[in-house]
């Protein structure tokens, strides 16, 4: 019996089509950074938090923070980016300290099913 190697080629399509994309980390980083920032403003906005725009916030900050968000959350209006953060802070659930509080307090002898 004669054995015959074969080489199979990977990612090589049928003619015509167009080969497929995969964004890079930094890319999908920033997606999911997109997606979180819309997320976060949906929430707000199905909480009733930006229906009226009648408050004024004003504050010194450094320079370099307000570029760092920026740069880090995509925003480039400085209202989108104190909206957002300020809607961060006020729709927090606060998962990590429930968490704790919690710990320790299921059943021992509770029957999870595995």
Known sequence: ?????????????????RPKT???????????????????????????????????????????LIKKAKARTGLTSDTELVEFALANVALEDNFAE????TRGTVDPTLKLGF
């Open 1 to 17: 019996m004669t054995k015959t190697a074969v080489r199979v080629r990977r990612g090589q399509g049928s003619v015509g089509k």
């Open 22 to 64: 995969v964004p890079n980390l930094a890319e999908k980083l920033q997606m999911r950074r997109l997606a979180r920032i819309s997320a976060v403003l949906q929430r707000a906005e199905e909480s009733g938090l930006r229906a009226e725009k009648d408050g004024r916030i004003a504050g010194r900050v450094s320079a370099d």
């Open 98 to 101: 429930t968490f704790r509080k």
